[in-house]
């Protein structure tokens, strides 16, 4: 069965995450106002800190997420790499499905254990020694918020498994419902004084909600073809040796990210203090949420984009991918320039206990994001076709943001400009150019032919 994404499920997209990212924007101010310097610092090394653990996923989730596509699609068989050619019109391989469903409760509560014990040392000994005065209140806030990590990762399965057939608009759902609890109770407990102790709880008890709620809606969406007792023709160790090598490939990409993106965080923590992390922490966060926006549309399509990649459907995967790269240009652009040109203003107007970085710097950082998420959607898309070409780039780009920024704090004294430029002349080198041109390349398009494409269906059919 073909994925086909809907203007429905379209909508739901936006709404769930404008809903999500609105959350957050909304949230801001009351974690700006309620939280001190230092506990706004303090917050997004918990952060920070949880995208690291997360790399325990290994790739795992995006790699089941296409898998579950591919089968859902009506493949017979997976392949370890490249995709299996299928007839418009194929049934879903629910024995694969199943299959696939079985190992990954396996591997996630492998993962789990593995980032359990992660956390509960060496995590939990870098956050006591940044706690300025070792208060207490902070280490427990850090306990329970490590509870909701390893939570969060056993049942992360789920969200990737309600995507992979296509169920944009349920997936949406179940994060409209999450995303308010935790912003209605979190906004109750800061008003009563339950600072990062109340933040932690609800991203734990939202988190458990998102996951519980998405295997309610995959369960009832396959119905009782999947609950009846389905042959699992596929064992654990066959399904594990065919996802592994991509998984093993997008793990690694995915610590590349993360010592791309994440870990200027700790190094500014570790070396500039927490009130120069909560700036950075920020300016960071509220540049993240324009980049989430600007790829909503292609987040959505990515079911649909896998599918049409195993149909051979060439003209519908074109078509979607410049619909949706168009619009994170043109949303990212617009978004960027009025974080550099307003953010300051409103943070000053609410009173904020911190502030963004100053302006000159702010438009170095939003180059540096700009160019990131560029790149980083067109390596995705590469992902589609089940290969995953840019292990070595992403880690050694990784390393050569780590030792540059090192080499910055320690014999500059640039600071956290430092930081910036380490990421962005080392995306520059390679990243940032490199995979845009294997896509144009691949599909003998260029920007020019996106642009053009975009602008002739707007004229015959609006998005």
């Given at each position: 069965m073909a994925v086909n994404i809907t203007k429905k499920d379209i909508a739901w997209n936006y709404m769930g995450n404008t809903l999500n990212i609105g959350?957050?924007?909304?949230?801001?101010?009351?974690?700006?106002?309620?939280?001190?310097?230092?506990?706004?610092?303090?917050?997004?090394?918990?952060a920070s800190m949880s995208a690291l653990v997360f790399l325990v996923d290994f790739g795992f989730s995006p790699t089941i997420l296409r898998n579950i596509t591919y089968s859902w699609s009506g493949v017979k068989e997976l392949l370890p790499e490249g995709t299996q050619h299928i007839e418009l019109d194929g049934k879903p391989n629910l024995s694969l499905l199943k299959s696939i469903i079985i190992s990954s409760k396996k591997i996630y509560l492998i993962l789990t254990i593995i980032s359990g014990i992660l956390l509960f040392s060496f995590g939990t000994c870098y956050i006591?020694?940044?706690?300025?005065?070792?208060?207490?209140e902070y280490l427990i806030a850090w306990l329970i918020y490590s509870?909701?990590?390893?939570?969060?990762?056993?049942?992360?399965?789920?969200?990737?498994?309600?995507?992979?057939?296509g169920a944009i608009k349920e997936a949406n759902q179940v994060l409209?419902?999450?995303?308010?609890?935790?912003?209605?109770?979190?906004?109750?407990?800061?008003?009563?004084?339950?600072?990062?102790?109340?933040?932690?709880?609800?991203?734990?008890?939202?988190?458990?909600?998102?996951r519980i709620l998405s295997k309610v809606y995959f369960l009832r969406l396959l119905g009782d073809d999947y609950q009846q007792d389905i042959e699992v023709r596929y064992n654990f160790k066959t399904i594990f040796s065919i996802i592994w090598p991509n998984a093993k490939k997008s793990g690694?990409?995915?610590?590349?990210?993360?010592?791309?993106?994440?870990?200027?965080?700790?190094?500014?923590?570790?070396?500039?203090?927490?009130?120069?992390?909560?700036?950075?922490?920020l300016s960071l966060q509220i540049m993240g949420i324009v980049g989430s926006f600007s790829s909503l549309l292609f987040n959505?399509?990515?079911?649909e984009i896998a599918s049409s990649r195993v149909s051979h459907n060439a003209k519908r995967y074109n078509q979607i991918f410049s619909r949706a790269i168009t619009i994170q240009w043109v949303v990212g652009l617009i978004g960027l320039l009025g974080v550099i040109l307003l953010g300051p203003t409103v943070l000053s107007l609410i009173g904020s206990n911190s502030t963004l970085l100053p302006s000159s710097i702010l438009v170095l950082l939003g180059i540096v994001l700009y160019l990131e998420w560029n790149h980083s959607t067109f390596a995705t898309l590469i992902t589609m076709s089940n290969t995953v070409p840019f292990v070595r780039a992403s880690i050694y780009s990784g390393i050569g943001i780590i030792v540059s920024s090192l080499v910055m704090l320690n014999f500059t004294t640039m600071g956290i400009l430092g930081l910036i430029i380490s990421q962005g002349v080392v995306q520059l080198v390679y990243?940032?150019?490199?995979?845009?041109?294997?896509?144009?390349?691949?599909?003998?398009?260029?920007?020019?032919?996106?642009?053009?494409?975009?602008?002739?269906?707007?004229?015959?059919?609006?998005?």
């Open positions: 959350m957050g924007i909304l949230l801001l101010p009351a974690i700006l106002l309620m939280l001190t310097s230092q506990e706004i610092g303090l917050w997004y090394v918990f006591y020694g940044l706690l300025p005065e070792k208060e207490i509870m909701a990590i390893i939570l969060n990762l056993y049942y992360s399965y789920w969200t990737p498994l309600l995507k992979g057939i409209i419902i999450s995303r308010l609890i935790y912003f209605i109770f979190s906004i109750i407990g800061l008003v009563f004084g339950g600072g990062l102790i109340w933040l932690s709880l609800m991203y734990l008890v939202s988190g458990l909600l998102l690694i990409v995915t610590i590349g990210a993360w010592l791309i993106t994440r870990s200027t965080t700790l190094l500014c923590a570790t070396y500039l203090g927490l009130e120069m992390t909560a700036q950075y922490g959505a399509y990515i079911p990243n940032n150019w490199r995979w845009p041109r294997w896509v144009f390349k691949e599909n003998n398009s260029s920007v020019y032919k996106i642009l053009k494409a975009s602008i002739n269906e707007i004229k015959e059919k609006p998005i």
